[in-house]
C-alpha cells in the first residue's frame, strides 16, 4: 500500500518552471489548435467545402459565442475544482479538434463541435492561467506567467507550420486537425502530473453537493464581494477589453484570407503571414513583461492598444505586403500582451476572486469577439473587401484606449483617497 502512494506522488511534477511550461503547452492546445487553427486552416476549408465568407464569418464568431458560454461557465467553478475542470474541458478542446476529420460532416455539425470547441478554450483558458500562476511563487510569477502566456504564439506558430507542411504534402484541413487533436493527446497527462496533492483524496460528499439555487446564492455573493469598491474601474476595464476582442478579431479570423486575396504571387502567402503573427506572439510577452515591472501593466497596456490600433490601419494604408505583414507583426506583437495585461490587472483588483474576475474579462473579450467577425463580414460585401472591417476595428481599438487611460485615472484616485 505504501508503495503504491509513494508511487502515485512520485509523477506530481512541483518545479515551478516545468509548471509553466505545462501550461503553456495547455494553452497552445485549447488557444493556439482550439481556436487559431481555424484561422490557419480557413482558406482551405473555404476551398475544399466550398464556403462563403459569411458562412466562414459565421463558423468564427459560433466558437466565439462558445468562448464567452466558456468564460461564463469558468466563473461558477470554485477554486477547489480548479485541476478537476480544467483535465476535463481540455480533453474535450483534444476531442473537437479531431473531429474535424470526419468527412461530409454537416454544416449544422461543424457550428455545433465549433461551439463546443469554444466552450472548451475558454474555460481550459481561464482554469489553466488560474491554476497555474497560483502555482507559482510571488517572486517568479510576473516571469513565468509570460512563458504560461507565451503557449498561444506557440500554438498560433505551430498551426501555421502544421499547416504548411501537410498541405505541401496534398493533405486538406481534415488530417491537418486530426494530427493537431494527436500532438495535444500528451498534454493529458501532463496535466495530471501537476495535480494538487490532495486531488485524488477529494471526495464530493453529500453535505458538499451544492444545489443549483445555492450555487448562484454563493456566486452572487462571490461578485460582490469580488468587485465591491471597485465596481466604476471594472467596468470601464470589461469595456476596454470588450472593443480589445472586437478590435483584435477581424485580422485574427481573416488574415489568411486577405493575404490569399492580394498576394496572389506568393504560394502560401496566408500560411506564411499567419506564422509572422505565431512568431511575434511568442516573443511578445517577456517583452512586454519587463517594460511592465518598470512602468506598469496598466501603461503598458495603453500602449499595446494604441500600437495595435495601428496595426489594423496599415494593410488600408499600405499596398501590398508591407501592409499586410505589418499587420501581423503587430497582431502578434500586442494581442497576447493585451491579454495578459487585462487579466493581470483585473486579477490584483481582488486575488482572492482570480477565477471569477478573468471570467467576467473573458466573457467581455468573447463578447467583442463574437461581434466582430459579423461586422467585419457585413461590411465586406459581395467583394469581400474587408478594408471597412479593420478601419472600424481600428476605432474600436482607440475609443478602448480612451476607456483604459479612464481606467487608471479611477484606480488613482480611489488609491489617494485611501
Not at 493533405?171 to 486531488?199: K, M, N, S
Request: charged share 10%; with cysteine.
Amino acid at each position: 500500500m505504501m508503495t503504491a502512494l509513494k508511487s502515485r506522488a512520485a509523477i506530481i511534477i512541483t518545479n515551478e518552471t516545468a509548471i509553466a511550461l505545462i501550461g503553456m503547452y495547455c494553452m497552445a492546445v485549447v488557444m493556439g489548435f482550439g481556436r487559431f487553427l481555424f484561422t490557419a486552416t480557413l482558406p482551405d476549408i473555404m476551398t475544399q467545402l466550398p464556403l462563403s465568407t459569411t458562412i466562414a464569418g459565421w463558423l468564427a464568431s459560433i466558437n466565439y459565442i462558445g468562448y464567452f458560454i466558456g468564460a461564463l461557465i469558468a466563473m461558477f467553478v470554485p477554486q477547489r475544482l480548479t485541476w478537476r475542470m480544467l483535465i476535463l474541458w481540455t480533453i474535450v478542446s483534444v476531442i473537437t479538434t479531431m473531429l474535424l476529420v470526419v468527412p461530409n460532416m454537416s454544416l449544422n455539425l461543424w457550428y455545433i463541435v465549433r461551439l463546443l470547441s469554444g466552450i472548451a478554450s475558454g474555460i481550459a483558458m481561464i482554469l489553466s492561467s488560474s491554476f497555474v500562476i497560483q502555482s507559482l511563487s510571488d517572486e517568479r510569477r510576473s516571469v513565468l506567467s509570460t512563458v504560461h502566456y507565451a503557449g498561444i504564439g506557440v500554438g498560433i506558430s505551430a498551426s501555421a507550420i502544421l499547416t504548411w507542411w501537410l498541405l505541401s504534402l496534398g493533405y486538406h484541413f481534415e488530417v491537418i486537425w486530426l494530427v493537431a487533436g494527436i500532438i495535444g493527446l500528451p498534454v493529458l497527462w501532463l496535466l495530471y502530473a501537476i495535480r494538487p496533492v490532495d486531488a485524488m483524496a477529494f471526495e464530493l460528499g453529500k453535505d458538499q453537493a451544492s444545489s443549483i439555487r445555492q450555487t448562484y446564492r454563493n456566486f452572487k455573493r462571490s461578485l460582490y464581494e469580488a468587485i465591491v469598491g471597485h465596481h466604476k474601474a471594472i467596468a470601464l476595464l470589461l469595456a476596454s477589453y470588450v472593443l480589445a476582442g472586437f478590435g483584435y478579431i477581424t485580422s485574427a479570423t481573416f488574415l489568411p484570407v486577405m493575404a490569399a486575396q492580394r498576394l496572389t504571387t506568393e504560394a502560401c502567402a496566408g500560411l506564411s503571414i499567419w506564422l509572422v503573427v505565431g512568431i511575434f506572439a511568442m516573443i511578445s510577452n517577456p517583452i512586454w513583461g519587463a517594460l511592465a515591472k518598470r512602468i506598469g501593466e496598466v501603461k503598458t497596456l495603453m500602449g499595446l492598444t494604441l500600437l495595435q490600433a495601428l496595426g489594423m490601419y496599415l494593410p488600408i494604408g499600405i499596398d501590398g505586403p508591407i501592409g499586410l505583414y505589418g499587420n501581423a507583426m503587430i497582431l502578434g506583437l500586442t494581442f497576447v500582451g493585451m491579454v495578459s495585461m487585462t487579466l493581470t490587472i483585473i486579477k490584483n483588483i481582488n486575488p482572492t476572486y482570480s477565477n471569477l474576475l478573468i471570467g467576467l474579462a473573458t466573457l467581455a473579450y468573447a463578447l467583442g469577439q463574437f461581434i466582430g467577425p459579423l461586422v467585419t463580414v457585413a461590411l465586406a460585401g459581395d467583394n469581400d473587401n474587408f478594408n471597412a472591417g479593420l478601419l472600424v476595428a481600428a476605432i474600436g481599438l482607440l475609443i478602448g484606449l480612451v476607456l483604459v487611460f479612464c481606467f487608471w485615472r479611477q484606480i488613482k484616485v480611489g488609491k489617494s483617497s485611501r
